[in-house]
């Protein structure tokens, strides 16, 4: 059974600093992987998709890496703003490609 | 553009009620999935649909029901309100399966307690 895990729980940054969130998850064998935001008392929103053919995706300060054989993506972001604080959930789709399969979240926090 | 949107947004129940939550999207979006996320765990499906008139069960269906008689509604049920249905509630919609290449569109949720 495909299980996703985010490490760290929470993370804690100076603004400006560049951070990285990791996601691993279990069956490499994925369709695709995706990075959503999530703010306090609000739903998600997605931030990157990428196909299991890709290595990885951008947008603006955002780049998501995949690596399927390790298990393994990334979602490096550039130059920190207190506008990043949220938490940051990485999914997969699950064999059948019918439901997400969700880590737990990375809850970062930016502070000015 | 309204997206996927969810009522209401608070509710507080007793044990044993009944009640409806709300799941409208404006985007003609053929796949339509309720989720639930409990404190410091990742969202689980309850319930999906693929297009009117057709559901299947998640990971987590005991307790509720669906019904999808549209493409813009997907409405969730819960029979007999348990405190152990005390969550968080978001529905999502996306033009393809969840294994294309098309993110899931998410609203803002329901949080519900039940005591």
């Known amino acids: 059974k495909q299980e996703v895990t985010q490490i760290p729980a929470a993370l804690s940054v100076p603004e400006g600093e560049n951070l990285v969130l990791n996601c691993s998850f279990t069956?490499?064998?994925?369709?695709?992987l995706q990075w959503f935001r999530q703010d306090p008392g609000k739903g998600l929103t997605s931030l990157l998709l990428?196909?299991?053919?890709?290595r990885e995706q951008t947008s603006g300060r955002l780049n998501a890496s995949l690596d399927k054989s390790s298990g393994r993506s990334t979602l490096y972001i550039a130059a920190s703003q207190p506008g990043d604080s949220a938490t940051y959930l990485c999914?997969?789709?699950?064999?059948?490609?019918?439901?997400?399969?969700f880590g737990k979240g990375t809850t970062l926090s930016v502070s000015s | 553009n309204a997206g996927v949107t969810q009522t209401p947004k608070f509710r507080i129940l007793k044990i044993g009620q009944s009640m409806t939550l709300q799941c409208a999207q404006d985007?003609?979006?053929?796949?339509m999935y309720w989720y639930r996320q409990d404190p410091g765990m990742g969202l689980k499906l309850i319930y999906y649909?693929?297009?009117?008139?057709?559901?299947d069960k998640g990971e987590v269906p005991n307790g509720y029901n669906v019904s999808r008689s549209t493409t813009e509604d997907f409405p969730l049920r819960l029979e007999l309100a348990a405190p152990s249905q005390t969550s968080v509630y978001f529905c999502?919609?996306?033009?393809?399966?969840?294994?294309?290449?098309?993110?899931?569109?998410f609203g803002d949720g329901t949080r519900l307690s039940i005591l």
């Open positions: 999502a919609s996306s033009p393809s399966r969840t294994g294309g290449n098309q993110p899931q569109h």
């Open positions: 990428i196909q299991s053919s890709q």
């Open positions: 069956d490499s064998a994925i369709y695709n």
């Open positions: 985007m003609n979006h053929n796949y």
């Open positions: 999914a997969v789709p699950d064999q059948a490609g019918t439901a997400l399969i």
């Open positions: 649909s693929v297009g009117a008139g057709i559901t």
